[in-house]
Structure formats: C-alpha cells, structure tokens
C-alpha cells in the first residue's frame, strides 16, 4: 500500500467543522482514497472515497489536493457521535486487500 | 441488501484451547472476506485474506488459521490459544476490484 500519514490525535468542540488531514505523497495515479472511522467497541465504517475530484456525502465531504499529495476529511458539523479514530487509507489492488494505519483519534468537546 | 454476520460477540476462553470464530455474508456473491485484529489500544491488523472458495492468503505468520470452505462463509481457527492471541476481531467483505468495505460487529476474544 502506498503510505498515508496523519496525526495521532485532534480535538474540535461540538457544532463545529472538522479538518482531518491526511499526507500520501507517494499516490499513484489510480489509488483512490477512501476514509474510514472506527466508534468505540465497533468495527470500522466507510465513510468517503475520491480518486481527483473533491465528493461529498451525507456524513462528510473529501477535499483532494490538485497532486493528490494530500486529502482532508471534512466533517460539516461535529457531534459527540463523531468521535472515533479515522483512518485515510489507499486500498492496494493486489488482492484487493486494505492496510489500516494507526489513523486520527477525534475527541469532541461538548 | 447485503449483510454480514460474525458471532459470538464475546468469548473467553483458556490457554491452549482451540478457536472458531465464524463469519458469513449475505446478499453478495464471491465476495472478498478479510479477518482483522485489534489488540487493545492498537491498530487494526491484517490477519488473512480469501479471493475465493479455498484461497487464504496469511499476512502474519501466527499460530491462527483461516478457511473459506463455502463462498460467503469465513472461519477463524486456532489449534492451541496463546494469552496474545486475545483481542477485538473483526471480519469484513468486499466487492472484486475496489469499493468500499463493509465491517461485522466484531468477537471481543479474551484469553486467560
């Protein structure tokens, strides 16, 4: 998997937007980024993916750089719900197979 | 709509005993089917990986085992637990060729 970095740890107070950001200098022209958070206790969930252009969702949106070097996960409004580890990974293709990361633990203040 | 299915949720067992921890998947046909781990306070770890009926690729050599003996039927295994063996496992299953992955709920193993 090409290599994705992203801090340990960011806090962000309830109701307000959410920068994650995530370094993958090494990308290749066909690796999509997907995103993905982990609440307490349960399996991790999909939460976004982009190959170039910026996309958006009902749980976020995804802000790709014009290299591709970097993505951010922006979450619009945060709740208390939102706090998780979010990983920003890019799924190799050889058997498909995904590589998670230590990832961003979020904590939101109330 | 597709589903996935892992249980127990929850288990406990000692030392040197064995393991099957079972995972299948509905509403998808030859799906790719991954086991995950995560021991406390770490990341999540690639454990095995099946492409199809009978193919298991191992990503860590350790003494777990899995096989795939239906298409939509994953299965953990161990002969001998070790107490390193406890942690959150999780199954999960995706489409050929990319695409999201969709995650069970995960057995919470404790080894004692």
């Known amino acids: 998997d090409a290599k994705t970095t992203q801090p340990n740890s960011m806090e962000s107070n309830e109701e307000e937007p959410v920068h994650l950001p995530c370094n993958h200098s090494?990308?290749?022209?066909?690796?999509?980024i997907h995103w993905y958070r982990q609440l307490p206790s349960q399996g991790p969930e999909y939460v976004i993916h982009?190959?170039?252009s910026n996309v958006n969702n009902r749980m976020a949106s995804l802000a790709i750089a014009e290299d591709r070097k970097s993505s951010t996960l922006i979450l619009h409004r945060a709740t208390l719900r939102d706090a998780a580890v979010y990983y920003c990974?890019?799924?190799?293709?050889?058997?498909?197979?995904?590589?998670f990361g230590k990832g961003t633990r979020l904590h939101i203040l109330p | 709509s597709q589903t996935i299915h892992q249980w127990p949720a929850t288990l406990v067992q000692p030392v040197g005993s064995p393991l099957s921890l079972e995972c299948t998947v509905e509403?998808?046909?030859?799906?790719?089917l991954y086991w995950y781990r995560q021991a406390a306070g770490r990341g999540l770890q690639l454990l095995f990986y099946?492409?199809?009926?009978?193919?298991i690729s191992s990503e860590v050599p350790q003494n777990l085992s899995a096989s795939r003996p239906q298409d939509r039927q994953f299965i953990l295994s161990s002969k001998k637990l070790l107490l390193s063996d406890s942690g959150f496992y999780l199954c999960?299953?995706?489409?050929?060729?990319?695409?999201?992955?969709?995650f069970g709920s995960g057995t919470r193993l404790t080894v004692v």
């Open positions: 999960a299953w995706s489409v050929h060729g990319g695409g999201g992955y969709t």
């Open positions: 090494t990308i290749s022209g066909t690796d999509y």
């Open positions: 982009g190959l170039t």
């Open positions: 990974i890019l799924p190799t293709w050889d058997g498909d197979k995904i590589i």
């Open positions: 509403g998808t046909s030859n799906p790719n």
């Open positions: 099946s492409v199809g009926i009978g193919q």
